[in-house]
Every structure is written in structure tokens, then in C-alpha cells.
């Protein structure tokens, strides 16, 4: 993982973020970092948790809540450096949709 939290799977200028399983309560760059790291499933953070931190931008370290982040127009709301708008094709890989 570099210094702005981009892995070997996701490695682009925009690959920026790392969001936080609940599992473990530790953030990872990405899903398939997690399982190489780590000997259990994944659980995913609620939607419904959405207040809650989930997400670290890579730029600045700052901590944003699941709502601030799948709001965030695919930057950060903070330092404004650009998230990659890809992600949003994984977000069932990373929040788990109970509401």
C-alpha cells in the first residue's frame, strides 16, 4: 500500500481511499486485500450505520462517515482530491444494504 492508501489490485492517480470492514474494524485499500490479509470472511458496515466513520481518504487522513462519502460526488469533502468513480460498482462488496 502506498502513502495514499492504493494497493496492487487498485493503483490509478483516483484509487485514493480505503474503507474500513466491520469485521475487524481496520481499514483496507480494497475487498481483495482484505481476504489476502486477514483469515476470516468479510462483514460488511450497514447502510443504516451511515453516520458512522467507513471510509479514510488517502490524500488528507480524514475520517468520513459512509454518508459523507457515498455523497460526496467522488471527492473528498475535505482536501477535494478526486475518488475514483469505479468504486461505486463495488459498494455491494463494501456496505451492506439493510435498509
Request: proline letters at 4%.
Amino acid at each position: 500500500m502506498d502513502k495514499e492508501t492504493r494497493c496492487k489490485h487498485y493503483h490509478s492517480e483516483v484509487d485514493r481511499i480505503a474503507i474500513k470492514f466491520a469485521c475487524c474494524e481496520t481499514y483496507y485499500p480494497c475487498y481483495k486485500c482484505h481476504e489476502e490479509l486477514v483469515d476470516h470472511k468479510p462483514i460488511r458496515m450497514k447502510l443504516s450505520q451511515g453516520n458512522e466513520l467507513g471510509v479514510l481518504c488517502g490524500a488528507c487522513y480524514t475520517e468520513l462517515t459512509i454518508n459523507e462519502y457515498l455523497h460526496a460526488n467522488n471527492q473528498c469533502p475535505k482536501c477535494s482530491k478526486s475518488f475514483n468513480p469505479g468504486c461505486k460498482l463495488h459498494n455491494d462488496l463494501y456496505w451492506e444494504d439493510d435498509l
